[in-house]
Nanobody
């Protein structure tokens, strides 16, 4: 099993930046791709970014150029650097991971609020 814990959320003004972290523990050696998504109030969950074990990153169009996903395999942590934040980025942000021979695991989320 793998446990994922997000951190780094908070309140930020429009145009500001935040870096989210997601620390993995447990069977970390079997972690394959890692992801970030978010859920805004009253909206469906939205996939944001993926990073493979080989550090190939992909993004949804709405965050491309503003958000950067990265991972530090030595620390078993995935990051989401978020720049030029907008009020519509307000949501609970979740990380999740695909674990070989096991399945997909989710964190509990961290709240990001973008407001003046």
């Amino acid at each position: 099993q793998v446990q994922l814990v997000e951190s780094g959320g908070g309140l930020v003004q429009p145009g500001g930046s935040l870096r989210l972290s997601c620390a993995a523990s447990g069977s970390i050696f079997n972690i394959d791709s890692m992801y970030w998504d978010r859920q805004a109030p009253g909206k469906q969950r939205e996939w944001l970014a993926t990073i493979t074990q080989r550090n190939i990153a992909t993004y949804t169009n709405s965050v491309k150029g503003r958000f950067t996903i990265s991972r530090d395999n030595a620390k078993s942590t995935v990051y989401l650097q978020m720049n030029s934040l907008k009020p519509e980025d307000t949501a609970v942000y979740y990380c999740y991971a695909d674990v070989r021979y096991d399945g997909r695991y989710w964190g509990k989320g961290t709240q990001v609020t973008v407001s003046a």
